[in-house]
């Protein structure tokens, strides 16, 4: 069982910065391959960004390539998103979740955090 707590949302002005982060429990966080997903109102959750497990491969959705980046430290249990240049429509709950599998399916996780909410101003 891993337990995922996401924290570091907030409202932000376009092209501003935020970094969020994702507190994993346990010991075994190093044998799970990392992702963030979010969803906006009315619509689907999307996949953002991914890492394997060492964290030496990293995938993007062509969305945000560029302008996130995803890292994690298995030392502290730690994911992170850092997301630079953030526009408008980066607005959504954003989860962290974890996976057996490197995947960008949201069906490959199985594990969720509850969540945190990024608000970029137009």
């Known amino acids: 069982q891993v337990q995922l707590v996401e924290s570091g949302g907030g409202l932000v002005q376009a092209g501003g910065s935020l970094r969020l982060s994702c507190a994993a429990s346990g010991r075994t966080f190093s044998r799970y391959a990392m992702g963030w997903f979010r969803q906006a109102p009315g619509k689907e959750r999307e996949f953002v960004a991914a890492i394997n497990l060492s964290g030496d491969s990293t995938y993007y959705a062509d969305s945000v390539k560029g302008r996130f980046t995803i890292s994690r430290d298995n030392a502290k249990n730690t994911v992170y998103l850092q997301m630079n240049s953030l526009k408008f429509e980066d607005t959504a709950v954003y989860y962290c979740?974890?996976?057996?599998?490197?995947?960008?399916?949201?069906?490959?996780?199985?594990?969720w955090g509850q969540g945190t909410q990024v608000t970029v101003s137009s």
């Open positions: 979740a974890a996976s057996q599998l490197y995947s960008v399916f949201a069906r490959r996780y199985d594990y």
